[in-house]
């Protein structure tokens, strides 16, 4: 019972070397401050496609919104970690700390209501929990308004360095949740879609982030987002231990529910799902759960990258760039939560990094010809992906052995 | 054996049942009565409704008029997963499993509406997690034993020989728990000898889990060797019910397989051959 696994052992050794590895060397300056930004951003890439790798690898459905929850995280943490360095109020955080929960909590609510109403059509359903949600969301400003001076106050007991941590974790948790609440939302009318056709609805939801965010300063009212112009003074406070506890978390995380039932109903969608929910999976709950969750991991990510280089741009969000997650997660293999880490990583170092110092100057821009010539070559040496469907022992479900009883009379039955 | 003993209340209840795609009637007025403990067939030729049924009665589609009454509660046009959780499980003509999941998973998945932790316990891998998991996973590996799959338990599943597939399809239908299982054309591409494998599986699980049978095949001699009543449907209605010998003397299925007139035909082959 309280036996560990070998591999659980090897995996938390293993992680624990590459922290500390790049820790060292990086406090050494033998990685520059060029090459740390490069593995954050690796370490931020490979959270968002653990993300698209759930809701397309294992869920099956092919989304090409993940760079839109992206950037509502980003653009959430971001905001409430500026009104905190910037504006010294810890407004930001109350009211989105109010959205996010009251908004979770007539989900809930509604849900309840909605689920004894036989044959209620989704768009129904979806103006009803639309209609809910924006009451929820004004009272939670009004709300969060009245207690942001307290809570202000409060903050500014502590350390200055102690409050600013606080903020800026809890913004990253509150991106994520936001991220979730719009892609439950959104999901709602459009998870009943075919694959292709939910591909179309969420390429069109990264279009329509991307423009609310150019316009973010007039359409919105964020002074401070500065639409076009691109957001700056965000703190840089995302560094290594961060990226690395917050992957790690990650990791642990989609293994643990994968190898649950919840996480096998989950892959029986992918599967079949006519056959899943004629064996009792509850399809619209799984689909909309795994694609809630990817898109908690894509704003939590997105909270992470906003303080890499405290600066954001809605381009760095358009819809060519939400390809990116795809690319990885299909080279990294399909299914594969190993595959797709180490091909986040291989992504941010070679197109970034190797890319740029290997080509010759002024023809830095030519990576982006050299990296999809080689991506051509890597899917056709290996169409399955880099690593197909293989699992690190730690994250790859083990089958249990059978346990020999003494099935001999019961045999005897056995029809063969 | 045991049918005999037990009351006739009927199971499954189909009053009516129409299901129409644009103009064409699939399914047209069927009545059709499941007695608990009965083990019956639904024939016809190809296209006259039977799988349409099965889609019906699982979920999959929604009725256009009539009634589906499973245990005295009216489920016509429910999700196909509340049904499978009522006591509905089936099996598919081309066979469904999750081809890329191993034997034991494609078990384990019909279980888990039964998995009995919530998704904070498998998230958390905590020690209910540990506990429920392991008496799941052991309720599987019983399963794949009663259906001699359980070397096998560890193999992905489109690898499995036809035969195991089919056999697996029916495990994983029966772990999910019901009190009807429908099987849709279970011997289709057997060859005799396994034909006659499955007609004894068939019965087995019947006495095992005190199931009540409804199925569909094209291969006659399992049809007729144990089916207790069939129906026969042309053209989305019922034509003929009763017993194995009743069927096939009667002349609108004789006609609807073998064409109008045949009945005439077979009277005088049999006239002819009694001489």
Redesign the interface.
């Known amino acids: 019972m309280k036996k560990i696994n070998k591999s659980t052992i090897f995996f938390l050794i293993g992680a624990a070397l590459v922290y500390v590895i790049v820790q060292t060397l990086a406090s050494l300056k033998i990685i520059n401050t060029f090459w740390e930004t490069i593995l954050l951003l690796a370490g931020v890439m490979a959270i968002v496609s653990l993300g698209l790798n759930l809701i397309y690898g294992f869920n099956g459905q092919f989304s090409l919104g993940q760079y839109g929850f992206y950037a509502i995280g980003a653009y959430t943490a971001a905001d409430i970690t500026y009104r905190w360095t910037q504006l010294h109020s810890a407004e930001g955080l109350t009211v989105v700390f109010f959205i996010a929960i009251l908004t979770a909590i007539t989900i809930v609510v509604v849900q309840k209501a909605v689920s004894k109403i036989r044959g209620l059509d989704t768009l129904s359903a979806f103006a009803m929990y639309l209609a809910v949600v924006l009451a929820a969301i004004f009272a939670a400003v009004k709300l969060g308004q009245l207690v942001a001076n307290p809570i202000t106050a409060l903050l500014n007991l502590l350390p200055a360095k102690t409050a600013q941590m606080i903020v800026y974790v809890i913004a990253i948790i509150l991106g994520g949740a936001i991220a979730a609440e719009v892609s439950f939302l959104y999901g709602l009318p459009i998870l009943t879609l075919g694959s292709d056709y939910f591909g179309i609805a969420t390429l069109g939801f990264t279009i329509i982030v991307k423009v609310l965010l150019d316009n973010s300063d007039t359409m919105l009212g964020f002074q401070e987002m500065k639409g076009a112009r691109g957001m700056i003074g965000i703190p840089k406070l995302t560094n290594w231990t961060w990226i690395f506890i917050f992957l790690f978390l990650t990791i642990v995380f989609i293994r643990n529910l994968l190898n649950s039932s919840y996480g096998r109903a989950i892959v029986s969608i992918r599967e079949d799902e006519t056959a899943a929910t004629s064996m009792g999976i509850n399809v619209p709950f799984y689909k909309t759960i795994t694609f809630v969750i990817g898109s908690f991991l894509a704003g939590m990510a997105g909270g992470l990258y906003a303080h890499v280089n405290g600066f954001l741009h809605p381009n760095t969000f358009s819809f060519v760039k939400s390809f990116d997650p795809l690319i990885i997660v299909v080279f990294g293999g399909l299914g594969s939560v190993t595959g797709t880490v180490t091909a986040s990583f291989g992504w941010a170092l070679v197109l970034e990094g190797v890319l740029r110092l290997v080509l010759p100057d002024g023809f830095e821009t030519w990576r982006y010809v050299v990296y999809p010539i080689l991506l051509l070559i890597m899917m056709l040496l290996k169409p399955n992906g880099l690593f197909g469907n293989y699992e690190i022992p730690f994250i790859r479900s083990i089958v249990p052995p059978l346990k020999d009883k003494a099935n001999n009379e019961k045999k005897s039955e056995e029809v063969a | 054996m045991m049918a005999d003993n037990k009351n006739k209340t009927p199971i499954l209840e189909l009053r009516k049942l129409c299901r129409y795609f644009g103009g064409l009637k699939a399914v047209h007025e069927v009545d059709l009565v499941l007695e608990a403990h009965a083990l019956n067939g639904l024939i016809g030729p190809n296209g006259s409704g039977k799988t349409t049924i099965f889609n019906v009665i ?1 979920g ?1 589609y929604e009725p256009t008029a009539g009634e589906v009454i499973f245990d005295g509660q009216s489920i016509g ?1 429910l ?3 509340v049904i ?2 009522m006591g509905i ?2 099996t ?1 003509q081309n066979i ?7 034997v ?2 494609n078990v ?6 039964y ?1 009995g ?1 919530g ?1 904070n316990d ?4 905590n ?1 209910k ?2 506990q429920k ?2 008496e ?3 309720k599987a ?1 019983d399963f794949l ?4 799959l ?1 070397d096998r ?2 193999e992905i599943a489109k690898n499995l020989p036809y035969g195991e597939q089919r056999r697996l399809e029916i495990a ?2 029966l772990a ?1 728990n019901p009190k009807v299982l429908l099987l849709d054309e279970p011997a289709a591409g057997m060859n005799p000898n396994e034909a006659t ?1 499955l007609m ?2 068939i019965h ?1 699980i019947r006495g095992k889990f005190d199931l009540t049978v409804l199925l569909i095949e094209h291969q006659m001699r399992v049809v007729m060797g144990i089916c207790e009543k069939i129906t026969v449907m042309d053209f989305g209605e019922v034509i003929a019910r009763g017993t194995a010998q009743e069927v096939q003397r009667d002349k609108h299925v004789i006609e609807a397989y073998l064409g109008p007139g045949a009945d005439e035909l077979s009277k005088q082959y049999l006239k002819e051959k009694a001489k």
């Open positions: 699982t999959i046009g999700n196909p997963y499978n959780q499980a089936r598919f469904r499993l999750f081809p890329n999941l191993t034991l998973d384990r998945i019909a279980y888990h509406p998995a932790y998704m498998a998230v958390l891998h020690g997690f540990n998991e392991r799941l996973t052991e590996q034993r009663v259906f001699n359980q338990q560890a994983r239908a999910s494998n004894e599986l087995f």
